[in-house]
């Protein structure tokens, strides 16, 4: 079985800085895509930023030159760095790995979801 727990994420002040983490376990042989996607209040959810296995990235417009995300493949962990965040990144953060196990792919994996809020 497999399980993705992420951490970090709350509230922060217009301007400020955010980690969000994500870290997978159980029967992992191999991570392929990751990513990092959002749902505010109302709204559908979106992706945010992404990491192919060859660590290609793809950012959404609205947040190309604040966010960054990395991965670290030791860990099995993938980062969202969230800079300069503006009232409109209030959301509720969702991570997901693409994994291989034993026996092959196994799918795209969630994590539980972080609030993030920032206040104006």
């Known amino acids: 079985q497999v399980q993705l727990v992420q951490s970090g994420g709350g509230l922060v002040q217009a301007g400020g800085s955010l980690r969000l983490s994500c870290a997978a376990s159980g029967n992992i042989r191999r991570i392929d895509a990751m990513g990092w996607h959002r749902q505010a209040p109302g709204k559908q959810r979106e992706l945010v930023a992404s990491?192919?296995?060859?660590?290609?990235?793809n950012y959404a417009d609205s947040v190309k030159g604040r966010f960054t995300i990395s991965r670290d493949n030791a860990k099995n962990t993938v980062y969202l760095q969230m800079n300069n965040l503006q009232p409109e990144d209030t959301a509720v953060y969702y991570c997901n790995q693409d994994l291989f196990g034993d026996w092959g792919y196994t799918g795209r994996w969630w994590g539980q979801g972080t609030q993030v809020t920032v206040s104006s």
């Open positions: 990491m192919a296995s060859g660590a290609d990235t």
